[in-house]
């Protein structure tokens, strides 16, 4: 009986450190040779696979593979595209199975969030049924931190500690200017419900004073009365403020501050805006000359500066993705575990992918300060070694060597052509 080959995408958004897991995927699945046949690649994610669109990575060199882990994006290409409910569209789930079994794919992993988490559970329950059982272990990643089971998700350390680092760069400007100039700076981040982003900026303030001065968090009711008043007594007493605010902030009743009155390919509404939304406010109701950036894709792709941790936490995983599909594990998710004591120490467990599916994890309410403006010192020891450590790319002529793939691919098998 021949060996079988593996089905490896990334989906949703990617991180600087995605790449990684890819790695730790491929470098995993050679290394057991004798167990597993090539590693295939979706072109552009699910995609990839419901269009028999397959990159054969053995046809890169073990050096291009291994330069993956400091390379950001997603290498293979990735995809918002949420595959229905099996009884709204069996036929893209059995496509699926029908293109793994045409190419003698056993093991399915998919690198992503919570959607593709819900993908991989039910490609595994489908295909049971179809007489083709398929090993679907799914990679954890996303900036936005919310996957439960799992202490914390590839990919939110290197974003934590972009705006950490920008926060407290950008405080600095601010302070030296405040007396002549710019009064408020206002750094939006992702994070469409859960604010852990935004609560990285809190890493900034080591002192009594710092910035920010201001978080908003998706988590607690924005209450504009409330917030003018604190932007006014911090200007009042520092000479400036800076605000962090999550994309995500919204009104008690649930309305975004900015939502752009679109849904994205999952069907989640469309945020931005959130920054611009804050200044005007604050320029119209206070007058203050202001500022604002949006750190949107930056946050995520800068790999020049990711957490070492993150980087080395977003390749465990992928590795051990591979290890308990050999163990004949399936509809599984490698979890990070937070060890007890002082030393921050973690290990990797399986997590059941039919409790993750669909499920966010939020900010815990002990993680916020009680005035809902800040985070916790519970939530600064959370957060602190997530962004630990460097783990800085090569660089060239002053600018970091990225690897890119040749992407050969697969020849097709199958004669029916499928639309996406």
């Known amino acids: 009986m021949a060996k079988k080959n593996a089905f490896y995408a990334q989906s949703g958004g990617v991180t600087a450190v995605i790449n990684a897991s890819a790695c730790g995927v491929i470098e995993t699945a050679r290394q057991n040779k004798k167990d597993i046949g090539k590693v295939y690649a979706g072109n552009n994610g699910i995609i990839g696979a419901l269009r028999e669109e397959l990159i054969d990575t053995s046809k890169e060199s073990a050096k291009t593979i291994a330069a993956l882990k400091h390379t950001p994006s997603g290498a293979f290409g990735s995809c918002r595209y949420k595959l229905k409910s099996l009884e709204e569209n069996r036929a893209e789930y059995e496509r699926l199975i029908e293109v793994f079994k045409a190419h003698n794919i056993g093991y399915f992993f998919y690198n992503g969030g919570g ?19 398929i090993q679907a272990i799914h990679v954890p990643k996303t900036v936005d931190n919310d996957l439960p089971f799992t202490d914390n998700c590839p990919g939110f350390g290197s ?8 926060t407290k760069e950008a405080a600095m400007d601010v302070a030296s200017m405040c007396e002549t100039s710019t009064k408020v700076f206002i750094l939006e981040v ?25 978080i908003l968090f998706p988590e607690i009711a924005f209450n504009k009365d409330k ?24 009104y008690k009743d649930g309305t975004f501050l900015a939502d752009a009155g679109s849904v994205d390919a999952f069907g989640h509404k469309q945020l931005g805006g959130v920054a611009p939304t804050l200044a005007n406010m604050i320029k119209s109701e206070l007058g203050y000359k202001y500022h604002w950036a949006l750190a949107d894709y930056l946050q995520r792709a800068a790999r020049h500066i990711a957490s070492a941790t993150d980087v080395e936490q977003a390749y465990a995983v992928g590795k051990a993705a591979v290890e308990m599909a ?26 059941p992918l039919a409790e993750i599916a669909n499920v966010e994890k939020m900010m815990p309410r002990d993680y916020i ?11 600064r020891e959370y957060l602190a070694p997530l962004i630990q450590g460097e783990d800085y790319p090569p660089y ?21 052509k499928f639309k996406v």
């Open 326 to 351: 050999l163990e004949g594990k399936n509809a599984v998710m490698p979890a990070i575990v937070r060890g007890k004591g002082k030393k921050y120490k973690w290990t990797i467990e399986e997590a």
């Open 159 to 166: 974003v934590a500690k972009y705006v950490a680092v920008s």
């Open 115 to 133: 959607d593709s988490a819900d993908t991989c559970l039910k490609v595994s329950q489908l295909s049971e049924t179809m007489g083709y059982p």
């Open 369 to 379: 300060s009680k005035d809902g403006f800040g985070i916790t010192d519970k939530c």
């Open 190 to 214: 992702m994070g469409r419900h859960a604010g852990w982003i935004a609560a990285a900026g809190g890493l900034a303030a080591q002192e009594e004073g710092d910035a920010p001065h201001i």
């Open 396 to 416: 060239k002529n002053g600018l970091p060597v990225y690897t890119k793939l040749k992407k050969v691919m697969v020849e097709k098998k199958l004669k029916k």
């Open 227 to 250: 917030f003018l008043k604190r932007v006014k007594s911090t200007v009042k007493k520092h000479g400036y403020c800076v605000i962090v605010a999550s994309e995500g902030a919204q």
